[in-house]
């Protein structure tokens, strides 16, 4: 019984996976290619129709939309930063409104999809944490961000990274992620390498190791502090897993050989910026193939809570550094628009400039 139907008892057909797909078209009678064609015409194609999936018979064109619905994000508007970085808004079909930030870069495009209305976590320094959980989206609304951004691209611009570091925490919601997933790294799906995938948690611990058993997608884990008081005070899920049961299953978890786990660690001003820090950082870090993205905090009206100087950031890196842990300093993007890392969620619609015209 597939999870997702609409009231109607219509199957919402992007969240299914292949092998879904497939058993509910041979119950229908269909032969088993059909699937197939179907999924390439939703994933690589984009259909919004099944009108439009012409090399499949007149008469299953005419009989497909009685038993699946088509879902895509009503796009709601766009707000690009003077750096580049654009925020979509997206509302779902139950009028629940998400974000995704497109971020150039070179010669790379990133995209940060959202995972969750709202989120559960409740990290304190964290704007998208004041929503609260709302509901899980189905992968068919995690796969829609990067499939109907393509579309609206220039020609010759794809997306080249997804990192999973927008509203929501991916990992809560397992079993949609790893749906969607399957999509973005299937060969006839989005196709995209799991080289190019970046999954970050707030360290939900079973639900890492379960997600490195089943997929080879990069894994970044927010860990903000070097003590576990700290992480505490400002992390909740802190007291379910504590930051040593955490650092122990990074360390034994079968990361592939060529990767290393992310630790981002975002920078608060007098809190966890000390050369003391940096010290019991590197400590906490030994044996376990890592690198940290340090994240100076993105100021906002609603915390007061502020982002150490560039000097102090330089610094703890230094330390870092020469003690060999690979460091760098992610650099702020989106800011004007509250696109940056913890402030998705707070959009003023007021200011968006409508793109509903602009086919997404
Ligand atoms: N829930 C997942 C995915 C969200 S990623 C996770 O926590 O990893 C969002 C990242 O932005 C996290 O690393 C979070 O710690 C960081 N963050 C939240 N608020 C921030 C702020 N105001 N400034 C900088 N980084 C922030």
Known sequence: MPRFTEPDGRIDIKSLSLDELTTELVALGSEKFRALQIWKWLWQKAARTFEEMTNISREWRDKLPAHFVIRELTPVGVLTSTDGTRKFLWHTADGQQIESVLIPDDDRLTLCVSTQVG?????????????????HLRPAEIVNQPLQISRILP????????????????????????????VYLHEHGLGMSHRR??????????????????????????????????????MPITKKYSMAELLEACRDLPIHHHKRITFEYVMM???????EDAARLSKLLRGIRSKVNLIPYNENPQRDIQRPAAE?????????????????????RGKDISAACGQLGKADLASVAIFAESGA
């Open 197 to 234: 995938i970046t999954v970050s948690t707030v360290g939900l611990v079973p639900a890492m190791k379960r997600l490195t058993d089943d997929l080879p997608v990069n894994l970044a884990v927010s860990l903000n502090a070097s003590t576990e008081e700290q992480r505490r005070a400002v």
């Open 312 to 332: 102090v950031a330089r610094a703890f890196q230094h330390y870092l550094v020469t003690r060999g842990v690979q460091c760098s300093i992610r650099s702020t």
């Open 119 to 135: 989120c559960a976590m409740a990290c304190s320094f964290c704007l998208t944490g004041d929503l609260g959980l709302k509901r």
């Open 269 to 275: 001003a007098g809190f966890n910026d000390s050369l």
């Open 155 to 182: 020609a010759g611009q794809r997306i080249t990274n997804v990192v999973m570091m927008g509203m929501g925490e991916p990992l809560h919601n397992y079993d949609n992620l790893v749906a969607a997933l399957r």
